[in-house]
C-alpha cells in the first residue's frame, strides 16, 4: 500500500513513474501479486540457503548452492564428527549449515576451520565429502574465489567470485 501511495504521489505531482521495482526472494510471490511492481528483484532464489528455505517454500525452488567439506575425524564410540568447513567457508548468521542427502546428520556448531556433526547413526567415515548448504548464502559467496558448476556430476564451468573479499 505505501509502495502504491508513494507511485501514486509521484505521479500525481505530473513525474512519470512507468517502472516500480523491488520484492526479493521472501516476498516477490506478495508483491507479484500485488499488482503495484512492474518487475521484481528476487535473488537468492537461484541458491536458497537455508534461511530461505527454512521460513517457507517459495517457488518450488530447490537448494543450489553447496560447500564441500571433507570427514577428518569422527570418535570412536560416539556420534560425533568433524569436517574441514568453517567459518573461513561459510556464513552462520543465519543459522548452522545444513547437510545435504544425510537424514539424521546435523551440524552442531562451528569454529573458524572446522564443523562439528552429530551423527546418530554412524553414516560418516574419515574421508567422506558432505554437500553442506549455507545458512546465509550472500556473505557465504564472497568467501570464496570460484564458482564451481555441476550438472550431473561433472564440472560444466568455473565462475569466479568477483567480489572476492570486498566488504567496503
Known amino acids: 500500500a505505501l509502495t502504491a501511495e508513494t507511485r501514486d504521489a509521484i505521479e500525481a505531482s505530473g513525474l512519470p513513474c512507468a517502472r516500480v521495482t523491488g520484492a526479493g526472494t521472501g516476498t516477490f510471490l506478495i508483491e507479484g501479486a500485488s499488482g503495484v511492481y512492474t518487475e521484481i528483484q528476487p535473488g537468492s532464489y537461484a541458491f536458497m540457503d537455508r534461511d530461505y528455505g527454512a521460513v517457507h517454500e517459495i517457488g518450488g525452488f530447490e537448494h543450489a548452492l553447496f560447500v564441500l567439506a571433507s570427514v577428518i575425524s569422527h570418535p570412536a ?12 567457508a561459510v556464513a552462520v548468521d543465519c543459522g548452522l549449515p545444513l547437510v545435504a542427502g ?3 546428520v546435523e551440524a552442531t556448531g562451528v ?3 572446522h564443523c562439528n556433526l552429530r551423527d546418530p547413526a554412524g553414516h560418516l567415515r574419515i574421508g567422506d565429502q558432505l554437500r553442506l548448504i549455507p545458512g546465509h548464502c550472500d556473505p557465504t559467496c564472497n568467501l570464496h574465489d570460484w564458482y564451481v558448476g555441476l550438472r550431473s556430476g561433472l564440472v560444466e564451468c568455473l565462475w569466479p567470485v568477483t567480489a572476492r573479499g570486498k566488504v567496503f
Open 77 to 88: 564410540g560416539t556420534d560425533r564428527a568433524v569436517c574441514d568447513m568453517g567459518l573461513k
Open 102 to 104: 544425510l537424514d539424521g
Open 111 to 113: 569454529s573458524d576451520e
